[in-house]
């Protein structure tokens, strides 16, 4: 699918990366967003989109010029290609401090190692060209190092693997009922618990949304569908939750 922009006024945009994935490797959204010409890159993606990735990303910039790159957590569809946009951009690379140390494990160079900067646990507020994006904690959901992305300017969450769905062929989110059955499995499995869920919710609560962006598959606009999302998110048993009280049995 072609880039798609998420919003747009005279000084902001907020792009959705054309869609790179190929064969065997899972879906994943690269999201841009530019403010007055410094752009910042959410979860860039492995070696796999790289190139086109990168492409993309400086075209889309022109003039402009990219600042920051935002890991969310140590995925491999998430950093795998770090060290090749670090070494080909002047970025700043942010990623939760829990995963600072595993980052060079996927071949981080030591010229560029000092432009990777560690999240708090509390998140942060991180300046694009004067417009303050929010670093929120997401922590376990799923990863135990896991933070997402408010921008204020816009009011898109970019949610990471919160709000992930894998099979379907849309963008965006138009029947939350139907679209459940591309979502579900995935919560159950990859998100850690209720607990986590709960907690997030409050957060999210907190701020004024009008689109949820996930790092897989479809997008939620409106404040009922960003609503209705929060509220599901909130009331699902996943992870630990499912663990049977008899436990696990072996194989035979």
């Known amino acids: 699918m072609p880039s798609l922009v998420l919003f747009e006024d005279s000084h902001h945009r907020n792009i959705l990366l054309e869609d790179f994935g190929r064969g065997q490797a899972v879906q994943a959204n690269q999201h841009l967003i530019i403010h007055d010409g410094a752009g910042m890159l959410l979860d860039p993606g492995g070696h796999k989109v790289y190139g086109q990735a990168l492409s993309e990303t400086l075209q889309h910039l022109g003039r402009g010029k990219l600042e920051h790159l935002f890991f969310s957590h140590q995925d491999p569809d998430i950093v795998a290609a770090a060290n090749g946009w670090l070494m ?3 970025a700043t690379g942010w990623v939760p401090s829990l995963w600072l140390r595993f980052i060079p494990h996927f071949g981080l160079d030591s010229l560029v190692a000092d432009r990777l900067k560690p999240i708090g646990d509390g998140g942060m507020i991180l300046d694009l060209n004067g417009c303050k994006l929010t670093i929120l ?5 799923h990863s135990p190092g896991n933070c997402q992305v408010y921008d204020p300017r816009s009011k898109i969450l ?3 693997d919160l709000g992930a769905s894998l099979g379907m062929t849309y963008q965006e989110v138009e029947n939350f ?6 979502m ?3 919560h159950q499995r990859y998100m850690t ?3 986590a869920m709960r ?3 409050k957060l999210a609560r907190q701020l004024d949304i009008e689109l949820i962006a996930p790092q897989h598959g479809a997008f939620f606009r409106g404040k009922p569908m960003v609503e209705r999302f929060i509220a599901w998110c909130e009331g699902l048993q996943c992870g630990v939750d499912l663990i049977p009280e008899s436990g696990w049995t072996l194989p035979t």
């Open 177 to 182: 009922d139907a679209h459940l059955a591309y």
């Open 158 to 160: 970019y949610s990471g």
């Open 193 to 195: 618990s209720n607990k």
């Open 199 to 201: 907690a997030w919710a």
């Open 137 to 141: 904690p997401a922590h376990y959901l």
């Open 88 to 90: 080909t951009t002047e």
């Open 184 to 186: 579900t499995g995935f």
